[in-house]
């Protein structure tokens, strides 16, 4: 990546420059008349509603008609902050190039820095937590180490929907496959947070449990997503970018950790496959009348329904 300054060093006061690797839509850098840097979208026509409800801590959000266009401007107001300002900018140009409509492009923009608003006011600020560092590794090894070789490296991540809230991790043409880890030291347990976790019309469906031990001479998060961004060397600009927003709104987010990364070893890896028989609570198990339900397997008692992890590849 280059310097997080990059876009703005060698700009005066009150100057902008247009984003070069945008030409569908008006998107500048600039930097205001105090020396702050900002990124600056300029829409084709007026917004619908000029509402923002969109703040962050350090970061103007301007949004306003001027001109019969609509404008949507983001000002840092510190440099010490600049490095993860800099990753907003890059998230927010990757989403405008998804898309050649106007009104789409900006509908888009504005759910990102939504999503941006939601991730920088959790608790949590110093970074992505140890339980959450466990299951991006679990979900990045099994991409890496099955998806990536069954199905190719852009569907791999097309197919990773764990990021985007849904009810499973991966979603592929002939399966559904959630990813659970625990720590060894700890026992086989899958820690389930939902009636509809376990459950699909769709079918087959599979359990993959990691067992991990937290060690110095391990891989981590980083050192993953590294290996896949070099995997993907050869990939297009949307598939990179759409790895790297997954990686964002997974909570993993560079610029914010403070404290060095856990490592991992990878002690055992099974699959399950999620029968009717299988031990599960499921909308089809309970009373409608019950909203929220989270239960522990122990994955130790249900070895009669583990298979190979290939077989999720081949029909069940």
Same mark, same amino acid.
């Given at each position: 990546m280059i310097d997080n300054a990059a876009p703005w060093t060698d700009m005066g006061e009150s100057s902008s420059r247009r984003v070069d690797t945008i030409t569908e839509h008006d998107v500048y850098w600039v930097v205001d008349n105090y020396g702050s840097y900002g990124l600056f979208l300029q829409a084709k026509n007026e917004f619908v509603a000029e509402d923002n409800t969109i703040s962050f801590s350090g970061i103007d959000v301007i949004k306003r008609n001027l001109n019969g266009r609509g404008e949507l401007i983001l000002l840092l107001n510190n440099?010490?902050?600049?490095?993860?300002?800099?990753?907003?900018?890059?998230?927010?140009?990757?989403? /405008?190039?998804?898309?050649?409509?106007?009104?789409?492009?900006?509908?888009?923009?504005?759910?990102?820095?939504?999503?941006?608003?939601?991730?920088?006011?959790?608790?949590?600020?110093?970074?992505i937590s140890l339980e959450l560092q466990m299951g991006l590794f679990s979900e990045l090894s099994f991409l890496k180490d099955h998806l990536y070789p069954e199905i190719g490296l852009v569907q791999a991540i097309? %197919?990773?929907?764990?990021?985007?809230?849904?009810?499973?991790?991966?979603? /592929?043409?002939?399966?559904?496959?959630?990813?659970?880890?625990?720590?060894? $030291?700890?026992?086989?347990?899958? $820690?389930?947070? $939902?009636?509809?976790?376990?459950? $699909?019309?769709?079918?087959?469906?599979?359990?993959?449990?990691?067992?991990?031990? &937290?060690?110095?001479?391990?891989? %981590?998060?980083?050192?993953?997503?590294?290996? /896949? &961004?070099?995997?993907?060397?050869?990939?297009?600009?949307?598939?990179?970018?759409?790895?790297?927003?997954?990686?964002?709104?997974y909570g993993y987010i560079p610029e914010l950790e403070t404290q060095p990364l856990a490592c991992f070893i990878l002690d055992s890896e099974k699959t399950f496959f999620v029968s009717d028989e299988f031990p599960t609570i499921t909308p089809l198990k309970i009373m409608s009348q019950i909203t929220t339900v989270k239960y522990v397997i122990d994955l130790a008692s249900c070895t009669e329904f583990e298979v190979p992890t290939n077989s999720i590849f081949q029909g069940g």
């Amino acid at each position: 990546m280059i310097d997080n300054a990059a876009p703005w060093t060698d700009m005066g006061e009150s100057s902008s420059r247009r984003v070069d690797t945008i030409t569908e839509h008006d998107v500048y850098w600039v930097v205001d008349n105090y020396g702050s840097y900002g990124l600056f979208l300029q829409a084709k026509n007026e917004f619908v509603a000029e509402d923002n409800t969109i703040s962050f801590s350090g970061i103007d959000v301007i949004k306003r008609n001027l001109n019969g266009r609509g404008e949507l401007i983001l000002l840092l107001n510190n440099k010490d902050d600049c490095p993860i300002f800099y990753k907003i900018c890059e998230d927010l140009i990757a989403t /405008i190039h998804r898309y050649d409509s106007d009104a789409i492009m900006v509908n888009a923009v504005e759910a990102r820095l939504q999503r941006w608003q939601e991730l920088l006011k959790k608790e949590n600020k110093r970074g992505i937590s140890l339980e959450l560092q466990m299951g991006l590794f679990s979900e990045l090894s099994f991409l890496k180490d099955h998806l990536y070789p069954e199905i190719g490296l852009v569907q791999a991540i097309t %197919s990773w929907v764990g990021p985007d809230n849904d009810k499973q991790d991966f979603l /592929i043409d002939d399966a559904i496959i959630e990813i659970k880890s625990h720590r060894t $030291s700890k026992g086989e347990i899958a $820690s389930i947070s $939902s009636a509809a976790q376990l459950h $699909s019309e769709k079918e087959p469906l599979f359990l993959v449990s990691y067992g991990l031990t &937290r060690s110095e001479n391990g891989e %981590s998060i980083e050192s993953l997503a590294d290996e /896949i &961004r070099s995997l993907m060397s050869s990939c297009s600009e949307v598939s990179r970018e759409m790895f790297e927003t997954k990686l964002i709104d997974y909570g993993y987010i560079p610029e914010l950790e403070t404290q060095p990364l856990a490592c991992f070893i990878l002690d055992s890896e099974k699959t399950f496959f999620v029968s009717d028989e299988f031990p599960t609570i499921t909308p089809l198990k309970i009373m409608s009348q019950i909203t929220t339900v989270k239960y522990v397997i122990d994955l130790a008692s249900c070895t009669e329904f583990e298979v190979p992890t290939n077989s999720i590849f081949q029909g069940g």
